[in-house]
Nanobody, 119 residues
Framework: QVQLVESGGGLVQAGGSLRLSCAASGRTFSRNRMGWFRQAPGKKREFVARISWNGSTYYGDSVKGRFTISRDNAKNTVYLQMNSLKPEDTAVYYC?????????????WGQGTQVTVSS
C-alpha cells in the first residue's frame, strides 16, 4: 500500500515558477518509480514527468525543458519544479506511484493539487 499527499499548488502569473511536493508512505518508496500527471477541466489526464529509483527522468513533450522532477528518498518525497509557467499549464496535478519494475501505468494516486496560471 502506498499513500501519496500533494502540496504546493496555487495561483501564479505566466512566466513564474511553482514547486509541488508529494509526500509518500508505504511500500518500498526508494525503489518505486514516481510520476506526475495533470488534468484540466474538460481535458483528458496528461503525463507530465516520471523519475526512477536512481534519479533517471522522463518528461512529456509539453513540459520538457521547463519542468524538473526530483526525489529525496530520505524524506520519502518527490518534487516537481515548474518554471516558465504558461496558462495552458493550469490543471489539477496528481502525484503517482508505479509498483513493479516494468509497470507502464501508475498503481497509486494522490488527491491532487490545483495549479492556476494567469495571463
Amino acid at each position: 500500500q502506498v499513500q501519496l499527499v500533494e502540496s504546493g499548488g496555487g495561483l501564479v502569473q505566466a512566466g513564474g515558477s511553482l514547486r509541488l511536493s508529494c509526500a509518500a508512505s508505504g511500500r518500498t518508496f526508494s525503489r518505486n518509480r514516481m510520476g506526475w500527471f495533470r488534468q484540466a477541466p474538460g481535458k483528458k489526464r496528461e503525463f507530465v514527468a516520471r523519475i526512477s529509483w536512481n534519479g533517471s527522468t522522463y518528461y512529456g513533450d509539453s513540459v520538457k525543458g521547463r519542468f524538473t522532477i526530483s526525489r529525496d528518498n530520505a524524506k520519502n518525497t518527490v518534487y516537481l519544479q515548474m518554471n516558465s509557467l504558461k496558462p495552458e499549464d493550469t490543471a489539477v496535478y496528481y502525484c503517482a506511484a508505479y509498483i513493479g519494475e516494468f509497470a507502464t501505468n501508475p498503481s497509486y494516486w494522490g488527491q491532487g493539487t490545483q495549479v492556476t496560471v494567469s495571463s
